[in-house]
């Protein structure tokens, strides 16, 4: 019988998550700006810089407890529902505005994050520009 895991569970799934998707961002070239930027509406997850882009990354882990191909349900990355982009938008508009101001490029990407505790591995799908306004 499955249980819904509880908020704790959750937030430390979602930490190890992020974890994750710092590493592979940095290893990628990308410079760490910022961790869990908070307004009171929302939060944004990693934001980053790479080739003087800055990234607004979204962190969706998704945990596969069992092998086969039809463990897990669903993709992380259909977590982000157009209320959820909104706030993303309107929080990364604002960092943009007070640390940025004028004009510079920015995009809002999604990191999935899959991890499957049989084989010990974490999947990684990472979609760039996934958020627009």
């Not at 190890?16 to 908070?38: H, T, V």
């Not at 993709?75 to 993303?88: S, Y």
């Amino acid at each position: 019988m499955m249980t819904e895991p509880n908020q704790d569970n959750r937030k430390s799934l979602g930490f190890f998550g992020e974890n994750i998707a710092k590493r592979f961002l940095e290893s990628r070239g990308y410079e760490i700006l910022a961790r869990n930027y908070q307004k009171p509406w929302g939060e944004i997850d990693i934001i980053a810089k790479k080739e003087g882009v800055i990234v607004f990354c979204e962190v969706k882990t998704n945990s596969k407890k069992f092998p086969g191909p039809s463990a897990g349900g669903f993709n992380p990355e259909v977590r982000v529902n157009p209320m959820k982009a909104r706030h993303i938008i309107r929080t990364a508009d604002l960092f943009m505005k007070s640390r940025y101001p004028g004009e510079r490029e920015w995009r809002i990407d999604i990191i999935a994050i899959t991890l499957d505790s049989f084989d010990k591995k974490a999947g990684i799908k990472h979609f760039k520009n996934a958020v627009t306004g």
